[in-house]
């Protein structure tokens, strides 16, 4: 595998949380509208997974896999997507939560933190940031193993 694709993938899958990330948007949006006050992390109440690409995920696509991929091949492509998109939720979620419940317990103004609690601030979000960005790259690979 060379880096070049394992970025591609990367790519790849970022754009299949964006695009499921759209309707997970629309969803929240209109159970707000039905049931305001309904508390949430800002993602709604599960990943939305969205399969279809934009015309950049088919770019990515065709970049990654050969044109005549079989069906049983394509089939476990959108399930490594599926995978991650819930995946990606996942560490969103626990992204948000790690900030709300910073902020309920130290303020929500950064800018008033000491400089220990800052520290404090930031290598949380680094860690939950490591874990996604390692995350993604084994799921990158992953990806790639299912259709070479």
């Known amino acids: ?20 990330r759209e309707r997970q948007a629309a969803l929240t949006a209109l159970r707000r ?37 079989p069906e049983p091949g394509l089939k476990r492509i959108h399930s490594a997507m599926a995978g991650w998109i819930e995946r990606q939720d996942a560490l969103d979620r626990k992204r948000n939560h790690f900030l709300k419940e910073f902020r309920v317990r130290h303020g929500f103004d950064r800018s008033l933190y000491p400089l220990e609690l800052l520290a404090e601030f ?14 993604r790259r084994v799921a990158a690979e992953r990806l790639i193993a299912l259709a070479p």
Do not use: K, W, Y
Request: aromatic share 4%; net charge negative; with cysteine.
């Open 1 to 20: 595998m060379t880096d070049d694709r394992n970025g591609l993938a990367e790519d790849f899958l970022r754009e299949a949380v964006v695009r499921s």
């Open 33 to 69: 509208t039905s049931a305001p006050g309904a508390g949430t992390c800002g993602l709604g109440e599960r990943a939305a997974v969205v399969l279809d690409l934009s015309d950049h995920g088919r770019d990515l696509f065709a970049r990654l896999f050969r044109d005549d991929l």
């Open 122 to 135: 930031e290598a949380g979000l680094a860690r939950i940031n490591a874990q996604e960005d390692s995350s």
